[in-house]
């Protein structure tokens, strides 16, 4: 069965810093690209940032450029988050999800994507 999960979510001080995960399981990963999404209360679900199959190119929100950094290690099925100089403007539920089909305009847009996680809580507050 086809799964992503995330991990890595908690409650960090403004300024502070996360590490998110997102492992697949039962399929292989190396076939997608795989995006970063949040949601905050009351707010659609956005994009964060993206990254192509192998690695090759990446993409990011201009609200996240220079603070956030995606990775990816195909051969352990993880593509990674960090997260750094975090603001409470980052709080929110982060869902990980892969995207056959990579086009500029679309990378960020949930709407294209097809398999997604079941999200972990990120909490920036002092």
């Known amino acids: 069965q086809r799964q992503l999960v995330e991990s890595g979510g908690g409650l960090v001080q403004p300024g502070g810093q996360l590490r998110l995960s997102c492992a697949a399981s039962?399929?292989?990963?190396?076939?997608?690209?795989i995006g970063w999404f949040r949601q905050a209360p009351g707010k659609e679900r956005e994009g964060v940032s993206s990254?192509?199959?192998?690695?090759?190119?990446?993409f990011y929100a201009d609200s996240v450029k220079g603070r956030f950094t995606i990775s990816r290690v195909n051969a352990n099925d993880t593509v990674y988050l960090q997260m750094n100089s975090l603001k409470p403007e980052d709080t929110g539920v982060y869902y990980c999800?892969?995207?056959?089909?990579?086009?500029?305009?679309?990378?960020?847009?949930?709407?294209?994507?097809?398999?997604w996680g079941q999200g972990t809580q990120v909490t920036v507050a002092s």
């Open positions: 999800a892969t995207l056959q089909r990579v086009c500029k305009a679309c990378v960020l847009d949930p709407t294209r994507y097809e398999h």
């Open positions: 039962g399929f292989n990963m190396a076939y997608y690209a």
């Open positions: 990254i192509k199959s192998m690695g090759e190119d990446t």
